[in-house]
């Protein structure tokens, strides 16, 4: 199967908020299901660096490394004896027009292109990442967390969040495309502390402005690793 993209995914945070599932109906593409963990519906806030990013194993001049922030939340999909666990999001956030519109003009996303920027300190104990973008204001995500790293652990809320190996794009009301990413699993770190600066109304709509009210029931960060993502998407048409 041939890559359409390959690159690094690193200090990838996850801020997990319980959301009532009948908000995600208008979002959910057809002929996939909202993924539950013990029978509750999820979205996360999502911050991460995207570095030496390649387009059919070609690298990007200028453009290879940048922040993402992105809202995403959890399907799942029958096929045969197989349930293909996925994401669908709600808004794809980077700093690039040109990355950005290959994304939309190619495969029907939603990515917006805004400033952003991140800040990384380390001493011997601790680490802190932040990322920020900019609509009407800075928003923020940032994480204090330790050095060591655990694997994530099978049947956990971290492997649920985390190891969703298909997107679905609703392309329309009757029509779905879905697109399958690879990707070991990932190492994760404890986090101490964190703190959220978010505009969820202005970012995502009305849908989401509950969240800036709300608590993420927890928050992660994976260390990362190489993602690639298929060319190949499967149009799937429903009546």
Known sequence: MKVFLKAKWENIIMANYEIDPELLLPFLPKGVSI?????????SLVGFMFKNT?????PIPFFGSFEEINLRFYVKRNDGNFTKRGVVFINETIPYKIVAWIANNLYN?????????????INNQQKHIKFEWFLKKWNSISVDYDSHLE???ENSFEQFIYEHYYGYTKINEHTTKQYQLKHPSWEIHNVIDYKINCDFEAMYGKSFAILSQTQPTNVFIAKGSDV????????????
């Not at 993924?35 to 979205?43: G, I, M, P, S, T």
């Not at 996303?109 to 300190?121: G, I, R």
């Open 151 to 153: 694997q994530i652990k």
């Open 35 to 43: 993924d539950l963990f013990n029978d509750k519906a999820y979205v």
């Open 54 to 58: 390649k387009l059919f194993n070609i």
């Open 228 to 239: 690639s993502i298929f060319w190949k998407r499967k149009k799937l048409i429903n009546d």
């Open 109 to 121: 996303e939603h990515y917006t292109v805004v400033p952003t920027k991140h800040q990384v300190f």
